[in-house]
């Protein structure tokens, strides 16, 4: 299973950014994907995450800036990032919680994260 994110950059305080994430291998089935965050300094946090139902999950100090949308059946994940600010500047993670037809247990995978800056 391998999680590919893209899309991380240098963004003004004001800018928007779009993070991507694809997942790939065989042999299991996405019920949740999201991204997280971890800025210097500080424990890595959730951002957003939507599960195979469509039900949507945003961190309180998103209010409303940023947009998740989640195809489980192309098994990506976006994450539209607006009205940035200089504190969320972060290395983001792109995350997803599988379960494996294989051996039957859920487990946790996580992207090779993607540096977001914001300059004031």
């Known amino acids: 299973v391998q999680l590919q994110a893209s899309g991380g950059g240098l963004v003004q305080a004001g800018g928007s950014l779009r993070l991507s994430c694809g997942v790939s291998g065989s042999y299991f089935t996405i019920k949740v994907m999201g991204w997280y965050r971890q800025a210097p300094g500080k424990l890595r946090e959730l951002v957003a995450s939507?599960?195979?139902?469509?039900?949507?999950s945003y961190a309180d100090s998103m209010n409303g800036r940023f947009i998740i949308s989640g195809d489980f059946a192309k098994r990506t994940v976006d994450l539209e990032m607006n009205s940035l600010k200089p504190e969320d500047t972060a290395v983001y993670y792109c995350?997803?919680?599988?379960?494996?037809?294989?051996?039957?247990?859920?487990?946790?995978?996580w992207g090779q994260g993607t540096q977001v800056t914001v300059s004031s």
């Open positions: 995350h997803a919680n599988m379960f494996s037809t294989m051996t039957a247990i859920n487990g946790d995978h």
């Open positions: 939507v599960d195979n139902r469509q039900t949507f």
